[in-house]
């Protein structure tokens, strides 16, 4: 049985909405196999589509953090903690159930979509600002970036005044360029500024989510993780896919233009997107017991480490799977997860992408890279999200 000594996380060069290039074979060989962790542990690696689903299905898999091993560089030797109070993606039920059913009916579909024509004028007002301030803009910072920062504000209900300073905070966090220290007291920052939101919202409710959550059981400590997790789980994932969104589309012209040609086709190209560019690519889960899958024994306590965008490459799943088609029927990728812990704000993320993408594309017929291919400045393949860093575009006037 193939046993991998490090997890592949280089993409190939010249290719950089593909996985590295040792999934595809791996998978193909067997989608269930042996892989050594940074810290030495002796866990698991799945790259085929069914496997990462069925692990992704199966509750005897544990999300807790402190439970699992991790197989990116970097992190052997630092003990994970427990999720902090109001982290969904850390727990398992019947913590996680408690806090998902307070969020359910507030990102609803019929409740995201009512706030389409929101994100319709967020949305213009950026790319009024593009105009002005081009033509060569960095596209991250004029428009993937502020479009999902200003929803989420207005969702959690971040005074007007305080806005600034919150994205600023935001931004800081995901930044792979700062180092980890200034990462972290970004984060704290974040932190701080929730903890003082949550009274104010108590003593005084505006139309928010955050507002409506205090009339829950939920503690002022649960409330302010919610709320940072909600901003984290909302703000950084929507930014990568509009700006490597983008970058993908520029690099495949015949798509681009027709989406440009083609208003219905959003749905669609939303969700092709989302499945070749798999930007959450890497996710673990840990075996609460012993788990018998595709052949293979997990036993309790070993880690499993679940290669999403292996899975959504899967030609047993996908015709064609390396193509990027715009037109390709359905749903049915694992970007969202799979299982209890399936995106919360995934419909969210689906109304700012619909929306977003075609209104850029139709606003700059001419828009094109201002750098070579090349020269576009990605997120590392071993960061937990894949994206884009910078992205210089520009565009004909007139």
Known sequence: ?????ELPTDRPAGCPFDPPAELGPIRERHPVVRLTYPDGHEGWLVTGYAQ????????RFSSRYELAHYPMPGLEGIEVPPATPGDLTGVDDPEHSRYRKLLTGRFTVRRMRQLTERVEQVTAEHLDAMA??????????????????????ELLGVPYADRESFQGHAAAVSDVDAAPEERFAAYGKLQEYVARLVPAK?????????????????????L??????????????????L???????????????????DPDLADKAVEELLRYLSITHTGVRAALEDVELDGQLIKAGESVTLSVQA????????????TLDLSRGGPGHLTFGHGIHQCLGQQLARVELRVALPALARRFPSLRLAVAPEDVRLRPGHQNIYGVQRLPVTWDQG
Do not use: K, W, Y
């Not at 108590?202 to 649960?222: F, G, Q, V, Y």
């Open 311 to 322: 899975g959504n490459r899967d030609p047993q799943r996908f015709a064609d799977p390396d």
């Open 202 to 222: 108590r003593a005084e409710p505006t139309d928010d989510i955050l507002s409506e959550l205090t009339t829950s059981d939920l503690t002022d400590e649960e």
């Open 132 to 153: 002005r301030q081009g033509p060569v803009v960095d596209l991250v910072q004029a428009f993937a970036h502020p479009v999902p920062a200003v929803m989420i504000c």
């Open 224 to 241: 302010a993780g919610l709320a940072t997790f909600l901003l984290g789980a909302g703000l950084d994932t929507t930014a990568n896919m």
């Open 52 to 59: 990462v689903r069925a692990v992704l299905a199966d509750q």
């Open 1 to 5: 049985m193939t046993h991998l000594s």
């Open 243 to 261: 700006a490597l969104g983008t970058f993908a589309l520029l690099q495949h012209p015949e798509q681009l233009a027709a989406l440009r040609a």
